[in-house]
Structure formats: structure tokens, C-alpha cells
């Protein structure tokens, strides 16, 4: 059956035009003023997107699912956080695949795909993290990339003896990395630093999670970004720093930028509108709040938000990762070390984005879409299938109400999560219809679609 929106305002990330939208299939096949609907095969459904906008389906390309993290694990499953995806008008998630030092890297990417198979409402694919570079881990990372479709790698400079790589390591996969085409996401820290930090904290007595911030200041965090960098320079590896949350570190990337490292910077939404005051409250309720990097002074919002505006940093995505408050953070009551990190934002971020970016002067309509969209899309092989409005594209997209007014909450969440790190914001602009592939698969912040319609975006390495 065909899908055909009329009078929206199509915006992408350099386009802005009124025209309907015919999808026939899974594709967009015409962008013209007027379609004439008797025109078009019997069944047809029609949406009248007037005064709305129309945006391509929008891509986070970083969020974490099935999580095994400090002893235990994610809340959300495929079926929760696709769902909640897609209320918030996101169609494609990119998920990070983590598995544990003794893990083989393919016995993980199928564990991880497993969880996604079938359960997936939205597209989906993954980076698959690299947490060891022995002879056996090699051959399987390179399968990974060239075989499954996965030309993504992810490297943390964070988590001492769990998820780094010595630098002897991290050479090698670099070197191969180029080889391959493949671009490597990185955490960026510095894991002795942090360890060593941690330590001190703690024997002081210092416990609680406002504590955790000072033990991976600002400094820390652009140490990581140069060592990575330093190494991309030597390699000719392309290298893409996830979750950039502070001026320090995004200058350091800026620096590697200027001399000719191919590196590309993200920031995340969390870091855009919550700051270091939120971890510090008290009655642990600072837990909630508790990720890596941390929540910074909020100055270096406005730094982040111009670099986004100038487009030097590429992408926003979320670092979705869902614990519950009351079973789950509170496992680090005595020592901040032990709490699960992450504040789910997976179906929040547009609108947080639309809210306190677009609304507010920061950004306008076409930077949302090329940070939220297209550039996530380009940089990792899915662009023009993904990303944009045209003619062959797939047909997900957004019609988007502007003016609609809400205040965010936990009963409102498809998330399993038991809280809302943004209980009672208002926020202006919603996600009113969102297709996959032009399927509707939500309505109005509400999943009305097929469980099953997501598939695994097999992709091409484009970084040699």
C-alpha cells in the first residue's frame, strides 16, 4: 500500500521546500508540488502534514541496549527501546556491541544481534568494540567488518582492566582499521588517570556521585582525545570521538582536525542541556545523572552548541543506557565507582534538541537534521539510503508538529526504565507520525507499528 503526505514543509540538512511525499514499497518515489491522490493505486493512505514539518527519519548513532555493565544489565531490551525510538521520531539506532576481555568478538556480535533480531521496530546496526587484539581477535574483527557489515569499530581509553586496550593494541587495530576502511569510534579518557583519581576519592571518603565528575575532570577527557589522535596521525585511521562533553576536548580534536587527523566529533544530548549540578544533588538522587564522560559546569554547553551550529562537531546522538534508580544505581550507595552509568534519553533527544536548540536560536531546523540525520548517516556508509529526503531514499521520515507542548515523564516513557532524567520539562514540538521504510510505526508518542520491522543495516567501509 502507498503512502502519501501532503502540504508539509520538507526540511533536510540544506533543503527546505513545501511539496508532498509518495512512497511506494519501502521507498520515497516522488517529491512534487500537488499530488493528485485519485491518481494513485486504490488504498493508498493519505496524511495531510500541513503546518507540520517533514524530516527524515532521524539516526542515533550511539546507544546501548543489551548491556552487561558492573554486574549487570540494561533495562531496555529491542522491544523497549525501539519503541521509545520511535515516539521520538528516531528510525535507525546504531548500537554499541561490549562485550568482556575474554570474549571472542563474533561470538558477541551474535549475541548482540540475537537481541535484535525480530525485536527491532526501527533499522539497526552496530560498532563493535574492540576490548582485545590477539591473533584470534583479529581475523573475527575483520569478518565482522567486511562479512557481517559492520565497518565500525569502538575503542575505550576508559575502564582500567575491563574494556582498554594497551597502546600496543590500539596501533594494531588502528593500522589494520585503515587497512580495512573502517572508521574507530573511541571513548576518550585516560584510564590510569581515572583509576588512579577514583582511588584517591575514595580512601578520602568521598563517595557519593558528586564525586564523580572530579574524578574524570575536563583535562582527562582531551588527554584521551590526543592519545587517540596521536595515534590516528601515525596510522591514517579515521577516528570518530563519541559523547564529546567539554571545550577541552573538543579543542583537542579541533587541534588534531587542523594538522590533518580525519576526525570526527559527537556530542550527545544529555550534555547539551543537564550540567554537573544535577549529579551533585542530594539523597543520591545525583545518581540518576551518573555517566562517562561526566556532566560538565554548564559554560560548556554554550562551547558545544556553537561547535554544532558551525557544524565542527558532526553528530548528537544519546549514549542510551537505561539502569533503574531504585534496583540498579543504587549499587554504587558506598562508593560512586559502583554506579551504573548512563541517562536514557533515546526518545527525548529530538526534542530537547528542538526545545532548548532550535526554539532557543542555537541551531536552526537544518542543523538539527544534519547532526541528528544526515551526518551520522554519511559518516558511517548509510547516506543517501539514510539520512535525506529524496527520490530512491528509504521511506522513513518525520512528520514533525512544531507547536505541540508537553511536560516529559516517566508514565509517558516506552523506555522500561524507572525514571526520567527530565521528569516534568516542558517541551515544545513532537513527533506526530514516524514511518520505517513507509510502514507508520508511531503516532502521536505512541507505537502503532510492526514489532518486527526493523532490519540490520548491512554497510560498505568508505574510510580508507
Known sequence: MGLLITGGRIITATDDERADIYCQGEAITRIEAGIDSSTLPPGTEVIDATDKYVFPGFIDPHVHVHLPFMGTNAKDDWTTASQAALAGGTTTLIEMICPGPTDEPRAAFEEWYAQAQDKAACDFTFHMSAVRFDELAQSQLRDIAIDCGVPSFKVFLAYKGALDLPDEHLFGLLTMAKKLGVIVTAHCENAELIDAMQKRLLSEGKTGPEWHEPSRPPAVEAEGVHHLATFAELTGAHIYTVHTSCMDAVDAALAARARGVNVWIEAVAPHLVLD?????????????????????????????????????????????????????????????????????????????????????????????????????????????????????????????????????????????????????????????????????????????????????????????
Open 276 to 464: 554537573k549540578s544535577y549529579a551533585e544533588q542530594p539523597d543520591f538522587e545525583g545518581a540518576k545523572y551518573v555517566m562517562s564522560p561526566p556532566l560538565r559546569k554548564k559554560w560548556h554547553q554554550r562551547y558545544l552548541w556553537n561547535h554544532i551550529r558551525s557544524r565542527a562537531i558532526s553528530t548528537i546522538g544519546t549514549d542510551h543506557a537505561p539502569f533503574d534508580f531504585a534496583a540498579q544505581k543504587t549499587m554504587g550507595r558506598d562508593a560512586f565507582t559502583k554506579i551504573p552509568n548512563g541517562i536514557p534519553s533515546v526518545s527525548e533527544r529530538i526534542d530537547l534538541l528542538h526545545t532548548f536548540g532550535v526554539l532557543t536560536g542555537k541551531i536552526d531546523l537544518h542543523t538539527l537534521v544534519d547532526a541528528c540525520s544526515t551526518q551520522a548517516a554519511r559518516i558511517f556508509g548509510l547516506y543517501p539510503r539514510k539520512g535525506t529526503i529524496r527520490v530512491g531514499a528509504d521511506a522513513d521520515l518525520v512528520i514533525y508538529d512544531p507547536n505541540h507542548t508537553r511536560k516529559l515523564s516517566v508514565k509517558d516513557s516506552l523506555s522500561a526504565v524507572d525514571y526520567n532524567a527530565y521528569e516534568g520539562w516542558e517541551v515544545t514540538g513532537r513527533s506526530e507520525v514516524v514511518t520505517v521504510r513507509g510502514v507508520i510505526q508511531a503516532r502521536e508518542g505512541a507505537f502503532v507499528g510492526e514489532q518486527s520491522r526493523g532490519q540490520l543495516l548491512k554497510r560498505e567501509p568508505t574510510h580508507f
